[in-house]
């Protein structure tokens, strides 16, 4: 496979796994976007290999001469099975929407960022007109806050011990409701977790190595409102 700048692929045909990634996120894609596909076909793809996963940005059809891009994570080197998720969405682009990729962005998850960003991107021309667009926000960025994944509970399971060493807490509900992700040399996931009756938010840091990875706790911030936003915290 021909590697471009930083790590990740040409631009591809899709195929059949490539395909297998966009159906396994189009729930994740539909709440995103309110929308519901009947046309939704993978048309191109790029990939960026990591040590314990993959960085995908898919171009999708869906209808007419509407086509949308995708960043999606598949973890590997794990026993438990975790799904792609879903770390962006740009909406309404066309076949032929131009590719960009800053130097200084292309180990970065891509999140979401609209025309009428205002962040000064410092964007270099890679690759071709029928390349896929990135979703570049600045390097190092925190993502929106999206509901919960089974990958993020999953996530939240393996740090609950930590938490309950941290808090002297023995908790019998701890369910991930909300999170935020930051790709960094690893990434670092902010929790909303509902421990009943009350809620508290999580700094977490997922390593990843030659074995796989771990999940390492950076903080919790205890009786959290339901409501009570997101912010990156450590303690």
């Not at 509900?173 to 809620?199: C, H, M, P």
Request: net charge negative; aromatic share 10%; with cysteine.
């Amino acid at each position: 496979m021909a590697m471009g700048m930083g790590g990740w692929s040409e631009t591809m045909d899709a195929t059949e796994e490539t395909q297998k990634i966009c159906d396994q996120v189009k729930d994740q894609v539909e709440k995103q976007t309110g929308e519901n596909y009947g046309v939704y076909t993978a048309v191109k793809y790029r990939n960026l290999h990591l040590i314990g996963g993959e960085h995908y940005l898919i171009k999708v059809h869906v209808g007419g001469e509407d086509y949308a891009h995708l960043m999606v994570v598949q973890v590997t080197g794990t026993q438990f099975p975790t799904p792609p998720s879903l770390r962006g969405v740009e909406q309404h682009k066309t076949k032929e929407a131009p590719s960009y990729l800053s130097p200084t962005d292309h180990t970065t998850c891509f999140n979401k960022y609209t025309s009428s960003d205002s962040y000064s991107r410092r964007l270099t021309p890679l690759l071709t007109s029928t390349d896929l667009v990135t979703m570049a926000n600045k390097p190092g960025g925190w993502s929106d806050t999206m509901d919960t994944t089974e990958e993020i509970q999953w996530i939240c399971d393996q740090a609950k011990d930590q938490v309950e060493a941290f808090t002297g807490e023995n908790y019998v509900v701890f369910t991930a409701i909300k999170y935020r992700s930051q790709v960094v040399a690893g990434e670092n996931f902010l929790l909303k977790v509902d421990v009943g009756e009350d809620y508290h938010h999580l700094n977490v840091h997922r390593v990843y190595s030659c074995d796989g990875h771990r999940i390492v706790l950076r903080g919790v911030e205890q009786h959290r409102t339901k409501d009570y936003p997101l912010v990156p915290f450590t303690n």
